[in-house]
């Protein structure tokens, strides 16, 4: 199995311009989870998708911020416009449906925004 | 709802002495618990989880946690540490109704020579 697979591994771009972090999960996964990491904040979950369907986008920071699942193979977290302080890792996990197993985690899309 | 923490935010341990990293945790039933790694510019590695049965836990990279739910605790220890393990360590906590996890705020682990 490859893993959770993002991409682009690192992206830098300027303020104001769209930013598109792509998420494959693993193959029969069926929750898929975007989390945001800084130095100040640490790791923070911004929404997870359960069976496609978005379960709870309380972390999503502002409308900037959308994230879509169109399908159990691919997920998409677009930011518009960008800011300097979006400038994070961001990372995609996966699990399966049953409580308590363990989350999977991506390598993460180091985003710099300047 | 559940919440971890993580009370040390670095620590400095000598290669080969042992280790201990702190979690507490709060959730009003059993919570499944979770130790991650993450190596720099890495992601996100599962050590080792709780969710039933025998209280200590043997994980990968001769890892260990003990569940003690009568200080809501699920605290990390190695015996003999290696320069390799320098990274910070992540402990979360899960509900029983959700595929949700919670993570502490982390663990950088420093080792000296």
């Known amino acids: 199995d490859a893993g959770v697979i993002q991409s682009p591994r690192h992206e830098v771009t300027e303020m104001g311009q769209e930013v598109t972090l792509r998420c494959k999960p693993i193959s029969g996964h069926n929750s898929l989870f975007w989390y945001r990491q800084t130095m100040m904040r640490g790791l923070e979950l911004l929404i997870y998708?359960?069976?496609?369907?978005?379960?709870?986008d309380s972390g999503m920071p502002e409308d900037r911020f959308s994230a879509k699942m169109p399908n159990a193979s691919f997920s998409t977290l677009k930011i518009q416009p960008s800011e300097p302080r979006d400038s994070a890792v961001y990372f995609c996990?996966?699990?399966?449906?049953?409580?308590?197993?363990?989350?999977?985690f991506g390598p993460g899309t180091r985003l710099t925004v300047l | 709802a559940q919440s971890v923490t993580q009370p040390d935010i670095h620590i400095t341990v000598s290669e080969g002495a042992s280790l201990e990293l702190r979690c507490n945790y709060s959730y009003g039933a059993t919570p499944y618990l979770f130790w991650y790694v993450q190596s720099p510019g890495q992601g996100l590695q599962l050590l080792l989880k709780y969710f039933s049965g025998d209280t200590l836990v043997q994980g990968i990279k001769g890892f260990e946690a003990e569940f003690k739910r009568s200080q809501s605790s699920f605290n990390l220890r190695k015996p003999s540490v290696h320069w390799s393990d320098a990274a910070e360590y992540f402990c979360?906590?899960?509900?029983?109704?959700?595929?949700?996890?919670?993570f502490g705020k982390g663990t950088r682990l420093h080792i000296l020579p």
């Open positions: 998708f359960n069976n496609n369907v978005p379960i709870d």
């Open positions: 979360a906590v899960g509900a029983t109704r959700d595929d949700k996890i919670i």
């Open positions: 996990a996966s699990t399966s449906m049953r409580p308590g197993n363990e989350q999977f």
